[in-house]
C-alpha cells in the first residue's frame, strides 16, 4: 500500500466512522433532551437505532484494526 493510498483509505474510514457516530450522537440528544416528549415505542425505537449504530462502529473499527495489522510486515 503506497502513502497515498493510506492517505485515502484513513480519509474514507474517518468519514464511515462519523456516519455511525452521528446517528448515536443525534438519537441518544433527542433522548436527553425530550425524552419525556416521546412515547416509549418511540424511545425504545432510538435506544435500537443507537445500539445498531454501535455495532456498526465496533465492526468498522475491528476491520480496521484487522487492516492495521494485516499491513505490519512480519
Do not use: C, W
Not at 3 to 27: C, E, K, N, W
Not at 30 to 44: F, H, K, P, T
Amino acid at each position: 500500500m503506497t502513502d497515498g493510498d493510506l492517505a485515502q483509505y484513513v480519509v474514507s474510514m474517518a468519514h464511515d466512522l462519523r456516519t455511525p457516530l452521528t446517528s448515536i450522537r443525534g438519537f441518544a440528544d433527542v433522548l436527553v433532551r425530550g425524552a419525556d416528549r416521546l412515547s416509549d415505542e418511540n424511545r425504545l425505537d432510538y435506544l435500537e437505532r443507537i445500539k445498531a449504530a454501535a455495532a456498526s462502529l465496533d465492526e468498522m473499527i475491528t476491520q480496521l484494526a484487522t487492516t492495521a495489522g494485516d499491513a505490519v510486515p512480519d
